[in-house]
Nanobody, 119 residues
């Protein structure tokens, strides 16, 4: 069982930055692919970015490429999402998720953290 706890959300003006963190309880954190997803009001949850277990490979949604950066610190069991040049359309609840390499779906999810970008 893996427990994920996100933090760092808040209210920011357009063009601003936020850094989200996701702390994991897993003893073997370094075996998990970690991802960030988001869900805006009235919309389906969407993929934002993922990072491989070693941190050597990342995949970004086109909508956040060149603005968001994912990283992880396996020694601290934590994954980060640095969000720059935020836009009002980035407003959503952001979720951290984990899956083992090769798994089709993410098995573990955090409770989410709200990000609100004002225009």
């Amino acid at each position: 069982q893996v427990q994920l706890v996100e933090s760092g959300g808040g209210l920011v003006q357009a063009g601003g930055s936020l850094r989200l963190s996701c702390a994991a309880s897993a003893r073997t954190f370094s075996i998990y692919v970690m991802g960030w997803f988001r869900q805006a009001p009235g919309k389906e949850r969407e993929f934002v970015v993922a990072i491989s277990p070693s941190g050597g490979s990342t995949t970004y949604a086109d909508s956040v490429k060149d603005r968001f950066t994912i990283s992880r610190d396996n020694a601290k069991n934590t994954v980060y999402l640095q969000m720059n040049s935020l836009k009002p359309e980035d407003t959503a609840v952001y979720y951290c998720a984990a899956k083992t390499r090769g798994a089709a779906t993410y098995s573990y999810w955090g409770q989410g953290t709200q990000v609100t970008v004002s225009s």
